[in-house]
């Protein structure tokens, strides 16, 4: 153990130390800094990287780190020299700016530069940079630790300077980066082999980048910064349009089809999403299922819905008033709720919705609570007098839903030789839905099925621990069929509804379930697998929306006998697995600066994308409405400013709205002439408040 450690110390102490030399190096030679000793400040940047790596492989060594280091700043501040160097070198970086895009020179003290007025700035810089890269490697941490503060001075130097760093400082910095990377996600969960790691890939590392050096010389850099920096500008303006555009676009498509294949095998965890579909009204309160789409052929690894198969869908019983629904999206499909009056028909197993309706109402009846009692014990034979339209055509057309692989119907008959059952198909159903709930346990963190396995259900059914909707309702269908009873896949969205309220459904929602079919009845009813509440099988179900994989889903409420466990909670860390502390500061400020950044960035994201919505309304239309939506900027600006807006401008933006006058092109240009006017006005104020004035009200 003891030799473990020192040997990821003496790595720690060589990485940390490339990095360092390797970033100091190149912000020297990038911006042609003069350094009294160039040996002491790279004697600094090893001398950290050893000191820190022993430090660090030591338990306690953390605060033996942070006391020597408050000891060297207050050591540093007193004397004063090292304020004076950072100004002057603050001062020569605006020069070399300023020679490449005029922005000016910050000029910070008056002192003439010296031969040395720099080495106490760079032997900083690689203190730090040495101790951010020894605490990673020693420690186990992200390498993003050791790797951003060392790559902020090198992006500095390739982007806004016309000197490229030194070859051999740049080789040395982009080594640690590549070892580092390579290495960093093993060496955080088992030290040891990130250790061996890191030794071989040492020499094939080295190999391959110095060859990449050789056929790529330095000679052949060419200086892109301003090319850059406009591709960069060029890409935040159009960022918000690219933005809305794909939110528009993924808005139009989340809802707008169903697949026509549901593959199992690449089913995992699943994601929750919390985004409003539709909204639903039913005037009889009740468990909702709304179906979406049917799949008829089961293949071991997925489901199909085969296409032009026409049915009939709907039964004759009692009336439980209207289900009105409201879709976000225009849907290819109407959601069906259990049982529409008027029979529908299903093509491929869905409800076209050819006119792309986005509000549609069912008058919808179902089954009386003592419906099984009204059924004879042979399913042929119709006690229950309803007049069902939603049955067989034919041989078949029923063969289609008992269809299994050879392979599968086997093993699912040698499992139901294990229920022994009998009775009506409904009791058999039930057997079967009782005995698949109890064959695992629900959760959404359930992985894949192994590669291996050739049947998703059986694979399920008989080595599974856990699973959700989609596997239980497939292990449902599979030994319904398995029985001899008809029986299919079903997806779409189930909801609790309360009589004449709206509710919201949101991908939360989103289920699947099996259908079984009855011929005494002629009707397809609902068999809800999942482990959950399944008191109520002729109540109408929510809607289910067909997934690509599988579909976020809702889970009828646990009873007592079969409580539901956890969902989304991973298991807790082992003692032993529980990842090394380092040095609270430095993680919270690398946090900090993280999202600092974020904040910035989307800070400016947000006005530019303000920016570009008002230019696209004022750019819109007619001549008319662009003035109108350049006189409400106008009157912005004005209160902005504390003025009137001109008359002038308040009579044209009367005549644009109010007469059937179109404005001419001179007299929307005079908007725009009083815009820029007033934006120029605006700049000219204090700094906080044209800050103010950019972020918050995004007037330029």
């Known amino acids: 153990m003891k030799s473990e450690r020192r040997v990821t110390a003496l790595l720690a102490a060589v990485l940390a130390s490339l990095l360092s030399l390797g970033a100091v190096g190149c912000v020297v030679t990038a911006f042609d800094l003069s350094l009294k000793s160039a040996l002491a400040v790279a004697l600094v940047c090893v001398g950290a990287a050893v000191f820190c790596a022993g430090a660090f492989s030591w338990k306690h060594g953390g605060m033996a780190v942070l006391l020597l280091s408050a000891l060297l700043a207050g050591h540093l501040w007193r004397q004063g020299e090292a304020a004076e160097q950072v100004r002057q070198l603050i001062s020569r970086i605006s020069h070399v700016y ?52 060392a790559l902020l001075p090198l992006y500095a130097c390739l982007v806004v300077t016309d000197t490229v760093p030194d070859a051999q400082c740049l080789f040395l910095l982009i080594y640690a980066f590549l070892l580092l990377i390579l290495t960093g996600r093993v060496r955080s969960g088992n030290p040891s082999q990130g250790n061996r790691l890191t030794l071989l890939a040492a020499v094939p590392t080295a190999l391959a980048l110095g060859l990449l050096f050789l056929t790529v010389p330095q000679e052949g850099y060419v200086n892109q910064s301003e090319e850059l920096r406009d591709s960069i500008l060029s890409w935040i303006e159009e960022l918000p349009e690219t933005v809305e555009n794909t939110v528009q676009g993924a808005a139009s498509n989340a809802q707008s089809s169903q697949p026509e294949r549901v593959n199992l ?175 695992a346990r629900y959760d959404k963190n359930t992985s894949r099925m192994p590669s291996g396995e050739p049947d998703f259900a059986l694979w399920f059914l008989e080595k599974g621990d856990t699973g959700y909707c989609v596997h239980f309702a497939t292990a449902a269908v599979v030994l319904l069929r398995a029985a001899g009873i008809e029986a299919r896949y079903v997806s779409g969205y189930m909801v609790r509804a309360q009589a004449g309220e709206t509710v919201t459904i949101t991908g939360e929602n989103a289920h699947a379930w099996a259908e079984y079919y009855v011929p005494g009845l002629d009707t397809w009813m609902i068999l809800e697998a999942t482990p959950a509440d399944t008191n109520a099988l002729n109540t109408p179900p929510a809607e289910a929306q067909a997934p690509t994989a599988a579909p976020t889903e809702a889970v009828p409420e646990p009873t007592e006998a079969q409580p539901r466990p ?122 906080y408040m044209r800050l103010l004035q950019e972020y918050v009200f995004a007037i330029y």
């Open 98 to 149: 300023d020679q490449a895009y005029d922005w000016g020179v910050l000029s910070l003290t008056d002192a003439p530069w010296d031969a040395g007025f720099a080495d106490l700035p760079m032997g900083i810089l690689g203190a730090v940079i040495a101790l951010s890269g020894a605490w990673t490697v020693c420690r186990g941490e992200n390498t993003l630790f050791a790797i951003v503060p």
């Open 566 to 687: 956890s969902v989304g909670m991973a298991p807790a860390l082992e003692p032993a697995a529980a990842k090394k502390q380092g040095p609270a500061w430095l993680g919270t400020l690398g946090k900090t600066l993280l999202l600092l950044a974020a904040a910035a960035a989307l800070l400016e994201g947000q006005r530019s994308f303000r920016i570009r919505l008002r230019r696209q309304r004022q750019r819109k239309g007619t001549t008319n409405a662009q003035a109108l939506a350049r006189w409400q900027e106008a009157e912005q600006l004005a209160k902005l400013l504390k003025t009137q807006p001109p008359k002038e401008l308040e009579a044209l933006a009367q005549k644009a709205k109010f007469s059937q006058h179109t404005l001419t092109a001179e007299e929307l240009a005079s908007f725009e002439s009083y815009l820029r006017t007033a934006r120029k006005r605006l700049r000219q104020m204090p700094w």
């Open 265 to 439: 095998a690449s089913l995992g965890r699943r994601m929750e999403s919390t985004a409003p579909v539709m909204e639903v009204t039913a005037e009889a309160g009740g468990t909702l299922y709304l179906r979406g789409q049917d799949y008829d052929s089961y293949d071991g690894t997925g489901w199909t819905a085969t296409r032009n198969r026409v049915e009939e869908f709907s039964c004759r019983g009692i009336d439980l008033g209207t289900v009105t629904i409201r879709t976000r999206n225009k849907m290819d499909q109407l959601y069906l709720p259990y049982y529409p009056e008027n029979g529908q028909s299903l093509v491929g197993g869905k409800l076209d919705n050819t006119r792309l309706s986005t509000e549609y109402s069912f008058l919808r009846t179902g089954l009386p609570d003592d419906w099984q009692t009204q059924l004879a014990a042979d399913a042929g034979s119709p006690e229950f007098p309803v007049a069902g339209v939603g049955g067989m055509e034919s041989t078949q057309e029923s063969l289609r839903y008992r269809t299994l692989p050879l392979e599968t119907q086997t093993r699912a008959e040698a499992l139901l030789a294990e229920l022994s059952l009998s009775g009506t198909i409904t009791e058999k159903a039930q057997a079967i839905a009782s005995f698949v709930r109890s064959s």
